[in-house]
Nanobody
Framework: QVQLVESGGGLVQAGSSLRVSCAAS????????MGWFRQAPGKDSEFVAAISWSGATKNYADSVKGRFIISRDNAKNTVLLQMNSLKPEDTAVYYC??????????????????WGQGTQVTVSS
């Protein structure tokens, strides 16, 4: 049974940095691509970033490119999202996701089939 548990959200001021984490269990973590998505109030869920199973490929939404960094620690079964230069429009619930199949690149958003419960990130102006 796949479990994804996010942590690290909070309230920060614009321009600040924040790191959110996702602890995964239930499958061999190192063989699955991981991703982050977010959903703001009244808006659809949107892709934020993804990392391939090997860590060699990273993909970012244009809105966060150059500000956010996704990484993974296979020894700790954890995927991280370092968020820098935060803006009020980054306010959302951030969800961790895992690819349904092993050895994926993380480039196909529809392949993410497992989701965490989310962590709230609020950026004040």
């Amino acid at each position: 049974q796949v479990q994804l548990v996010e942590s690290g959200g909070g309230l920060v001021q614009a321009g600040s940095s924040l790191r959110v984490s996702c602890a995964a269990s239930g499958r061999t973590f190192s063989t699955y691509a991981m991703g982050w998505f977010r959903q703001a109030p009244g808006k659809d869920s949107e892709f934020v970033a993804a990392i391939s199973w090997s860590g060699a490929t990273k993909n970012y939404a244009d809105s966060v490119k150059g500000r956010f960094i996704i990484s993974r620690d296979n020894a700790k079964n954890t995927v991280l999202l370092q968020m820098n230069s935060l803006k009020p429009e980054d306010t959302a619930v951030y969800y961790c996701a895992q690819d349904s199949s092993p050895y994926g690149s993380g480039l196909k958003i529809d392949d993410f089939g497992y989701w965490g419960q989310g962590t709230q990130v609020t950026v004040s102006s």
